[in-house]
């Protein structure tokens, strides 16, 4: 109260000093914990190499044997952990196009490998190989993805803004012996995608 | 007779020496009445929903020795509870039926304080700690259908994982942080928050949200108990399929509280807003109902408007999750469209509830104006009181010996059931069980209340009511110098309960029912 005087000469008062002192203190005493915010997301990610294309027998895909117009699952990246393993995350449709669209080349360019996971709320999708639907069909909301682009063309994934509207992929490589290996990846938007995010075309 | 149960033993003195000492802790605060009659449940439904949740609590707590949160054990964990572990599916279908209880009568505590506006008089605090309340109970029981990891478990999951992923902006690293990079930390971080720190939340806010005065009616607590049991028995909950990636799931609906948000969901417009914008701008309306009630009255009559907009809401809830659930069962049309709900249609509709939910209220206002006001023109020929069901000291005697004979009866089916592996066959009976224990304990407390009176005079007058009154405050006063100082405070508390219930009650009509005639733990 006696410093009013203080006040007025334009100095800062004892007591916004205090509180500012005390503020400053607090700030820095609790500073220190933001980065601790870095122990919520989960940092195990599994190291991204070229491996190979391994069917659900245990075989390695190879471009003589495996059938035209058929899908299976793939895991990809796998840790060798059952329960890790076992994450939808993980899973890919391993697609040989029907022979209309190119399928039967012996070529990279009749396979597709797609993530699983519906863009729209995340169920599991898969390809359907029947005369007439020959495309990827969510069992959830109904969405259809095209086996080409993996971009949704009916359904709520289809009305859904780009990138949101296209699947992640995986890029495979052909050795000499023909047989199938997948590229390591890069999770991105503008590359093979985002799961469960979608990738620009 | 009464002498000999009145004198203290070491027991009894050890029982009262806590009770008094329980003064000192937060306690007493709480004013709990056990009420001597019967009671409207409607009056203490938020009570039955605490009651439920420590039931959830105990039951949950028995699971989690068993469950193993991990993404290829859950559900095996579960089977293994289920079909193994005795009496596993007896705890698992309280848990599983008490979840769905819990947010039932959370659901029907909050409509019934809307419609008779409770949340005035400065209990606008209590209102909108119970609708957080409320959200908090329902994310509760979704990250427990969740965790049990079947097909519909992983939808349920996929579902919420892909909305908080679908917030602008700050999405996907709010669902990194929140529930983890993929569904075996799904699983594992939904346990977590379901087991910990949900229920933490929630008894925070149970802390604000308690009032001062409770209500503790052992019948109808023990008669919500043997509804859950006998709903397991009933139907008993299934354990779905187990989640496998590499075989798309079959087509599932959430569970019955969820399936409005999902029916929004289904009309394929954009998820982040059917999804979680329009479920929050209604808790948000709903939270600020009381700042927007103007009226001064309480009963639903004299609040046109609100209980206009609380019927609405309510014929919207039930329209969607109808809705939600269901799916064309013809298989020949391809999925898309039978999931999808047309948005026209689906919005058309909800805007065609408003005009019908308001002409509904104007309608039951009307009516019950009306027959208020015939009531009072025809007051003479209206039956004086409700009828009665009076039993002699000698019938209320047997009647409890024969519900004691049928619980012995009732106990040797349950236990003869489960050893034979009719599980829900056993559950059922327990429930039973439970149930004639609420009407034995409704029978006993009538008895003890019969056995304060003194006998009926010989000569009987036609006015009976204020003379049974007075007689009972008779035998309290005639008690209370015998017993302690500080049971003395206590009997001068139990009327003190009325006061505040009273106001809170007026207009409405469930006051005339809820005279607590409150007896307090010590009366024996």
């Not at chain 2, 000569?459 to 017993?483: C, F, H, R």
């Amino acid at each position: 109260m006696s410093e009013q005087g203080t006040q007025k000469s334009g100095g800062l008062s004892r007591r916004d000093f205090l509180k500012l002192m005390g503020a400053a203190g607090t700030g820095l005493a609790f500073a220190p914990f933001i980065p601790f915010g870095n122990y919520m997301p989960n940092p195990s990610s599994s190291s991204l190499e070229k491996v190979p294309v391994i069917l659900p027998d245990g075989t390695q895909a190879h471009v003589d044997t495996f059938p035209v117009n058929h899908a299976e699952v793939i895991t990809y990246p796998s840790t060798g952990d059952a329960a890790l393993d076992a994450e939808a995350f993980r899973k890919w449709q391993f697609i040989r196009l029907p022979e209309e669209l190119g399928g039967s080349k012996k070529e990279i360019s009749s396979f597709r490998g797609y993530s699983m996971i519906c863009l729209h709320l995340w169920c599991l999708w898969k390809y359907w190989p029947d005369e007439g639907r020959k495309r990827g069909e969510c069992p959830c909301h109904g969405t259809m993805y095209d086996v080409l682009s993996g971009t949704a063309y009916v359904g709520p994934a289809s009305v859904q803004a780009a990138p949101s509207n296209t699947l992640p992929k995986l890029n495979f490589e052909k050795d000499s012996d023909g047989f199938l290996w997948i590229l390591p990846p890069k999770w991105g938007v503008n590359d093979n995608g985002v799961i469960g995010y979608g990738r620009f075309t | 007779m009464a002498a000999s149960l009145e004198r203290r033993t070491g027991v009894t003195a050890f029982f009262y020496w806590l009770w008094d000492g329980l003064d000192r802790s937060i306690f007493t605060a709480i004013k709990f009445s056990f009420p001597a009659r019967f009671v409207s449940p409607f009056g203490f439904l938020g009570m039955l929903t605490f009651i439920v949740f420590v039931i959830l609590g105990i039951s949950g707590a028995l699971l989690m020795f068993y469950y193993q949160p991990i993404l290829d054990r859950a559900w095996d964990s579960v089977q293994f509870i289920n079909d193994e572990v005795p009496f596993g599916f007896h705890i698992r279908n309280i848990h599983y039926h008490g979840s769905n209880a819990m947010v039932l009568l959370a659901v029907l505590h909050m409509y019934y304080q809307y419609f008779s506006g409770r949340y005035k008089i400065r209990n606008e605090v209590l209102w909108v700690s119970g609708v957080i309340l409320g959200v908090v109970t329902i994310l509760e029981a979704f990250t427990g259908y969740d965790v049990i990891f079947s097909e519909r478990a992983e939808l349920a999951i996929s579902i919420a994982a892909s909305l908080t992923t679908s917030i602008p902006i700050a999405g996907p690293t709010i669902r990194d942080a929140a529930l983890g990079s993929g569904f075996s930390d799904f699983v594992l971080r939904f346990y977590a928050q379901h087991v910990f720190l949900l229920p933490i939340v929630m008894l925070g806010l149970m802390a604000v949200h308690f009032p001062r005065f409770l209500v503790f009616d052992v019948p109808m607590v023990m008669a919500i108990g043997g509804a859950i049991l006998i709903t397991g028995g009933v139907f008993p909950i299934d354990m779905g399929f187990k989640f496998v990636p590499t075989q798309p799931p079959g087509v599932t609906v959430p569970e019955w509280y969820l399936t409005g948000i999902y029916a929004f969901m289904r009309t394929q417009y954009d998820k982040f807003f059917t999804g979680l914008v329009w479920p929050l701008l209604f808790i948000i309306s709903l939270a600020l109902i009381p700042f927007l009630d103007r009226y001064k009255k309480f009963s639903w009559r004299d609040r046109p408007m609100i209980t206009a907009f609380g019927i609405t809401g309510l014929a919207q809830i039930m329209v969607t999750t109808y809705w939600g659930f269901y799916i064309s069962p013809n298989v020949k049309i391809p999925l898309v469209e039978r999931l999808v709900i047309d948005p026209i249609f689906f919005y058309s509709v909800m805007i065609l509830l408003v005009p019908l939910g308001f002409g509904f209220t104007y309608m039951m206002i009307k009516l019950a104006n009306e027959s208020e006001r015939k009531a009072k023109l025809h007051k003479e020929n209206a039956p004086q009181k409700v009828a009665t069901i009076n039993l002699t000291e000698k019938w209320i005697n047997w009647l409890l010996v024969a519900l004691l004979a049928f619980q012995v009866l009732l106990n040797i089916a349950a236990y003869n059931a489960a050893l034979t592996g009719m599980k829900n066959v056993s559950l059922f009976f327990v429930g039973l069980i439970l149930l004639v224990f609420a009407g034995f304990f409704h029978i006993y407390r009538y008895g003890l209340a019969q056995a304060n009176n003194p006998p009926p005079p010989p000569p009987p007058e036609p006015k009976e009511k204020p003379k049974l009154k007075e007689s009972q405050k008779e035998t309290e006063a005639g008690k209370l110098p015998k017993d302690s100082g500080k049971l003395e405070e206590k009997k001068e508390l139990a009327p003190e309960i009325q006061i505040p219930k009273g106001k809170t009650d007026d207009g409405s009509d469930v006051s005339k029912s809820t005279t607590t005639g409150s007896t307090d733990v010590s009366k024996s």
